[in-house]
């Protein structure tokens, strides 16, 4: 049973374009929601994280939107480049147990010059 | 302040070997989690250990996986008698004190031939 579903699978943006991916999770006592980036042969890198108390958080290009009532959230890359082309995470975590991440399946971004 | 630290990056074993894989938290991190990824999969969360204690093997198979975490020294994910199918990057996250972030180190691949 796949907790956090992530969409789409791959991406093609334009540089300067909006990058925009989506994740909706099962389990409503998540609480933490953290957004990884990684590149081909590198670990996941800590991008932004959000918890359910605000809607949304933006941190330079970008933004995370939390919709708690859709059990959904998404991250939006801003002004895209081409240094952003990497693998996407979504993930999400339970407080008070061991903290661990469940991933989404990851979203290939392309951004194009 | 290093990141965490991940030895060896790359492993080849032959099927029925052992394999040991070792991670260094950050300075002043207590909490360790370890994950699998999959080629064009997301991450898998195995096993959480502070130090001499594991607190969450949910995500550990059964058999030939263990994990430690001593006093003294990196955290180390140890895989006996290793099959194809334990052919993967496997990573170690630290935290500091085991709620919210979690960060990466640069993995280790494993093949198994």
């Known amino acids: 049973q796949q907790q956090v579903k992530q969409s789409p699978q791959s991406l093609i943006v334009q540089k300067g374009g909006i990058s925009i991916i989506n994740c909706a999770y099962e389990n409503t006592a998540f609480d933490y929601f953290p957004w990884y980036q990684q590149f081909p042969g590198k670990g996941p890198a800590l991008l932004i994280a959000i918890r359910p108390d605000v809607s949304e958080k933006k941190e330079g290009r970008f933004t995370i939107s939390f919709n708690k009532s859709a059990k959904q959230f998404s991250l939006h890359i801003m002004d895209s480049q081409p240094g952003d082309s990497a693998t996407y995470f979504c993930a999400a975590s339970e407080s008070g147990g061991s903290e661990k991440l469940v991933f989404g399946k990851g979203t290939k971004l392309t951004v194009n010059p | 302040n290093a990141g965490v630290m991940q030895n060896p990056r790359h492993l080849v074993r032959r099927r029925g070997q052992e394999a040991r894989l070792r991670c260094s938290p950050m300075?002043?991190?207590?909490?360790v989690y370890w994950y699998r990824q999959l080629p064009e999969e997301g991450l898998k969360f195995m096993v959480y250990l502070q130090k001499e204690n594991i607190i969450d093997e949910s995500g550990m198979p059964k058999e030939r996986f263990s994990a430690e975490f001593p006093k003294e020294g990196p955290s180390i994910l140890r895989i006996q008698q290793v099959v194809r199918g334990d052919s993967a990057a496997y990573f170690c996250?630290?935290?500091?004190?085991?709620?919210?972030?979690?960060?990466f180190g640069p993995g280790t691949r494993l093949t198994v031939t």
């Open positions: 300075k002043g991190h207590s909490h």
């Open positions: 996250a630290s935290s500091p004190i085991g709620v919210g972030e979690q960060y």
